[in-house]
Structures are given as C-alpha cells and as structure tokens.
C-alpha cells in the first residue's frame, strides 16, 4: 500500500494536538464549494476530515480539499455502503451537501444514524434552497439562492439591473458561514447534553442572516445620512449612502490605472479625506471646486462632488495616492489585484518570488487564536510548507488503504476483494485488479 500524497504536494504533517478541534473525526460526502469549505475550515483547526468521493472517476476538481483525506467508496455496494456507515458511525460530525433527501434513498440520512446522533454525532446538511417548499428539489446556484433572499433585488447601480457579488453571498457566507457555526454550536452544546444534534442550514436563509444589517437599515432614515441602503425596488437601488450613492462611498479611477476605494462616512473623517485631496492638489481640476464638509450629507451636490472625486483622483497614479492617504483617518486606501494583496494587503505577506512565479498564494485560515492558532497551510505567506506547493487538488482515493485500516480491515484478500467488486477505489488498486460495473 502506498504512502503517496499526491503529485509536488507535501506530505500530510501529524495533527497538532493543541489545535482547537484536535480529535474531532470529520466525514464529509465530497461536493463543490460551500460543502468543502466547510470541511476545510475544520481541517485548518485540527479536525480529522474524511472526504467520501465516488469511485470510477480520477479527478474531484475541489480546490478547498487541504488538510483531508480522500476515502473512494460506492454507497451502491453492500460492502461500501457497510463501509460508510461503519465510517460515519465513528465521526463526531458529517457534512452533507445533497439536496433534500439523497443521502435518504442510499439509507445514509440522519434517521438511518438515529441512535449515533442521541450518542454524541452531529449530522449538518447543507442545502441551496430551503429544504421545504416549491424550490427545495430544483437545481440552483448562488445567483439563484440570493434571488429569493431577497438581497439581491439590493445590489447594483442605480439605474441598473440587480448585481451578484459574485458567489461570495450565498455560497460561503449565508452557506459554508453559517453551517459552520451550526456545527460549532453543536459541539458545544453536546459537551453539556453529551448528544448530538442535526444542524440544518440553507443559503437563502443564511443570505437572508448574514445581511441583517443591509436589511434592517432599508427600513430606516439615517437623520444625517437619509436612507442607507436600498428597498429592493429599481427606484431605490444604487442610490444610498452605502449602496453607491454616496460619492464619498465609492471607487475611483487613478492616472495610468488602478482605483481607490473611498468610505468616509463620518464627518471628521470625511473632513480630513478633503484636507488631503486639497493640500495635495491646492487647485481643483478644471470644471471643479474643492468641495465644503459642511455639504456632505446634501443630495443635490452629490453629482457634482462625484465628478470633483473623479476629476481629482484621476490627476496622480494610485501609488502617489496610497503615499498620502496611508496612515490616515480617510478611510481611502487602494484597490488591491489578487497578487498585490498578497504582497502587501495582509501580514504575513507573501515573497515576491511566489507571486512573480504564478505560484497559487493561500489565503491564512482566520480568525487567528492566539494560543491555539490554525496550521498555516502549504501555499500560504509564512506557512509550515512555503514555497512547497499548495494543497489544491485531492486524488480520489488517495486514503483508501489507510482509512480500510483504520476500519479494522487489514486482511489483503478481504481488500482486493472490495477493489474487485468496485466498492471502493483509488490510486492503490492492486495491479491486474480491474473494477466491477455496479
């Protein structure tokens, strides 16, 4: 049986004892993206995490998959589906990202693992959708999920169609973010009631949480600011104070490329943003004059005093920007590239050999606990493999034989006979053992 970890990628280091969630045994049925963020998280902090993928595939192209092991099985075997269940039934939690009732038909749902949950195990199941409802069995992504939170009607230019931030809303945030305090508060809470619990979290609902604010402000009018954000109407989106119409909220262009970000709210921060711009450029751009702080909350000059913010922000290149405004209480910084951030947008910073070499720079686990802090991972500024390279991809199966042991399956016969039938798989198949068609 093989040892190997994967082509250029370092070897599994023994888990810190001393990490937060140390001892904590984690099976995770492989997916993509929330699911795995998921897991990595709890790996990052100690956690033993095993991720379930399908067998007769040679490639799961999840990018959040350090700090695992990768156990191929087939549900749809008698002897991987004992296998599973004799695997979730040592775990202390399992991370399942299927849609509404999945894991039911293969009988590996939370009713199958009744008496584990009493005994300690914490099923969380991870859903697009909410689990009730005309959406809870149709296809969907974050765009999707957003869409029926409601926040999505909130986001974008005034003017304009609605605008996804990408996939960070719905899929980490009110999805990995949420379900990972799920798991968190159940821990918790069986140290006290010694059983476990199922944590079931959605996206559309955990969108709808993790923007509370943005929601509860839409109702309100600030009385220096006026309304603060958009109430999901066309007439009102892009037009408040932090949704992009403010013009001392906002990004603007410099001389020769690049962008400032520009968030002064308050007024003694505000002040100070236009004592900088005035004493670095003492004669406005043409068609402009240097604003007073006392109109900064008047919203007939808001047009004006954003093309004065365009105007004078495109004299001088970004870097000459950054040199005055650093150490400032302008609230205005630069707009950093992914590989600038790493140079110098976060501590510790990445080598600028890293980063001129394409090399994939990891972001650092967080928050950080002082005395227990997570494992930097290989990849990452100042972590424990740096300059090895990242732990990106995970082979399906590359865990196999080590997890067979640890099941109590040491007879070779027996395991030839699980790769022989297609119950399980990986990159150690005994030679000349060829799988079954299930």
Request: proline share 8%.
């Given at each position: 049986?093989?040892?190997?970890?994967?082509?250029?990628?370092?070897?599994?280091?023994?888990?810190?004892?001393?990490?937060?969630?140390?001892?904590?045994?984690?099976?995770?049925?492989?997916?993509?993206?929330?699911?795995p963020?998921?897991?990595?998280?709890?790996?990052?902090?100690?956690?033993?995490?095993?991720?379930?993928?399908?067998?007769?595939?040679?490639?799961?192209?999840?990018?959040?998959?350090?700090?695992?092991?990768?156990?191929?099985?087939?549900?749809?075997?008698?002897?991987?589906?004992?296998?599973?269940?004799?695997?979730?039934?040592?775990?202390?939690?399992?991370?399942?990202?299927?849609?509404?009732?999945?894991?039911?038909?293969?009988?590996?749902?939370?009713?199958?693992?009744?008496?584990?949950?009493?005994?300690?195990?914490?099923?969380?199941?991870?859903?697009?959708?909410?689990?009730?409802?005309?959406?809870?069995?149709?296809?969907?992504?974050?765009?999707?999920?957003?869409?029926?939170?409601?926040?999505?009607?909130?986001?974008?230019?005034?003017?304009?169609?609605?605008?996804?931030?990408?996939?960070?809303?719905?899929?980490?945030?009110?999805?990995?973010?949420?379900?990972?305090?799920?798991?968190?508060?159940?821990?918790?809470?069986?140290?006290?009631?010694?059983?476990?619990?199922?944590?079931?979290?959605?996206?559309?609902?955990?969108?709808?949480?993790?923007?509370?604010?943005?929601?509860?402000?839409?109702?309100?009018?600030?009385?220096?600011?006026?309304?603060?954000?958009?109430?999901?109407?066309?007439?009102t989106?892009?037009?408040?104070t932090?949704?992009?119409?403010?013009?001392?909220?906002?990004v603007?262009?410099?001389?020769?490329?690049g962008?400032?970000?520009?968030?002064?709210?308050?007024?003694?921060?505000?002040?100070?943003?236009?004592?900088?711009l005035?004493?670095?450029?003492?004669?406005?751009?043409?068609?402009?004059?240097?604003?007073?702080?006392?109109?900064?909350?008047?919203?007939?000059?808001?047009?004006?005093?954003?093309?004065?913010?365009?105007?004078?922000?495109?004299?001088?290149?970004?870097?000459?920007?950054?040199?005055?405004?650093?150490?400032?209480?302008?609230?205005?910084?630069?707009?950093?590239?992914?590989?600038?951030?790493?140079?110098?947008?976060?501590?510790?910073?990445?080598?600028?050999?890293?980063?001129?070499?394409?090399?994939?720079v990891?972001?650092?686990?967080?928050?950080?606990?002082?005395?227990?802090?997570?494992?930097?991972?290989?990849?990452?500024?100042?972590?424990?493999?740096?300059?090895?390279?990242?732990?990106?991809?995970?082979?399906?199966?590359?865990?196999?034989?080590?997890?067979?042991l640890?099941?109590?399956?040491?007879?070779?016969?027996?395991?030839?006979?699980?790769?022989?039938?297609?119950?399980?798989?990986?990159?150690?198949?005994?030679?000349?053992?060829?799988k079954?068609?299930?």
């Amino acid at each position: 049986m093989s040892s190997s970890h994967g082509g250029g990628m370092p070897p599994k280091p023994v888990t810190n004892p001393n990490l937060p969630l140390s001892g904590i045994k984690v099976v995770e049925f492989s997916g993509l993206a929330p699911g795995p963020f998921v897991g990595m998280v709890l790996a990052d902090f100690g956690a033993d995490v095993i991720r379930i993928d399908k067998t007769a595939t040679g490639l799961n192209p999840d990018s959040l998959c350090r700090g695992k092991r990768s156990f191929a099985v087939s549900p749809k075997s008698a002897d991987g589906h004992a296998l599973i269940s004799q695997l979730v039934r040592s775990a202390d939690v399992v991370i399942d990202p299927f849609r509404p009732g999945v894991l039911e038909r293969l009988g590996l749902g939370p009713q199958d693992f009744d008496k584990e949950i009493k005994k300690g195990l914490i099923f969380a199941r991870l859903t697009g959708f909410q689990r009730t409802g005309p959406y809870a069995q149709m296809a969907g992504h974050d765009i999707n999920y957003i869409a029926l939170s409601g926040v999505l009607s909130m986001l974008g230019q005034a003017g304009g169609k609605p605008q996804p931030p990408s996939n960070l809303l719905g899929d980490f945030a009110g999805g990995s973010m949420i379900c990972l305090l799920g798991i968190l508060l159940a821990l918790v809470e069986r140290a006290r009631s010694s059983q476990g619990q199922v944590v079931e979290a959605d996206m559309v609902t955990g969108a709808r949480y993790v923007s509370s604010f943005v929601l509860l402000s839409s109702y309100l009018s600030h009385p220096s600011w006026g309304a603060i954000h958009a109430d999901g109407t066309d007439e009102t989106r892009g037009s408040n104070t932090l949704d992009g119409g403010a013009p001392w909220y906002g990004v603007y262009a410099c001389k020769e490329g690049g962008y400032m970000s520009v968030g002064a709210i308050e007024p003694h921060f505000y002040k100070e943003l236009l004592d900088i711009l005035r004493k670095v450029v003492p004669t406005a751009p043409e068609g402009t004059q240097h604003p007073s702080a006392s109109t900064q909350h008047d919203r007939e000059t808001w047009p004006e005093l954003r093309r004065y913010f365009e105007a004078i922000f495109a004299q001088l290149p970004r870097s000459e920007w950054e040199r005055h405004f650093v150490r400032t209480d302008a609230c205005t910084v630069p707009v950093l590239t992914r590989d600038e951030a790493a140079l110098s947008g976060v501590l510790p910073a990445a080598s600028a050999e890293s980063v001129s070499d394409g090399n994939p720079v990891i972001p650092a686990p967080a928050p950080r606990l002082t005395r227990t802090p997570a494992r930097p991972p290989a990849g990452s500024a100042g972590g424990e493999w740096e300059g090895e390279s990242a732990e990106m991809l995970l082979t399906p199966g590359e865990h196999t034989d080590d997890i067979l042991l640890e099941l109590g399956i040491s007879d070779s016969r027996k395991r030839i006979e699980l790769y022989a039938a297609g119950a399980i798989d990986g990159p150690d198949r005994p030679e000349g053992v060829t799988k079954a068609k299930l």
